[in-house]
Nanobody, 127 residues
């Protein structure tokens, strides 16, 4: 069972990146996907969440309107499109999977709900 986040990199403020989260060893069909980030010296925070069929989506207030979460269950992959990036978006980004239950990704995304975690991918936004 593995989740692999990729797509991070160095980008100038105002630029875009698209993160991918690929699952192996299990199918994502029954799992919600959460994206989290952790900047140096800060706690890990929830960025976005998408339910197993994509009907529910959550965005943190700091990224709402700039980031878009999506998934392609046929490809066992989820995505986080990040536009209008700001220096404060600089962090290690992690994807995680949570068993889909009622209410998942409605209004929040919780670290404690996540069952599987991928290794992070670094996103650095220069000013």
């Amino acid at each position: 069972v593995q989740l692999q986040a990729s797509g991070g990199g160095l980008v100038q403020a105002g630029g875009s990146l698209r993160l991918s989260c690929a699952a192996s060893g299990f199918t994502l069909d029954d799992y919600a996907i959460g994206w989290f980030r952790q900047a140096p010296g800060k706690e890990r925070e929830g960025v976005s969440c998408i339910s197993s069929r994509g009907f529910s989506k959550f965005y943190g207030s700091s990224v709402k309107g700039r980031f878009t979460i999506s998934r392609d269950n046929a490809k066992n992959t989820a995505f986080l499109q990040m536009n209008s990036l700001k220096p404060e978006d600089t962090a290690v980004y992690y994807c995680a999977a949570a068993e889909q239950v009622v209410g998942m990704c409605v209004g929040t995304v919780r670290i404690a709900d996540m069952r599987y975690w991928g290794k992070g991918t670094q996103v650095t936004v220069s000013s």
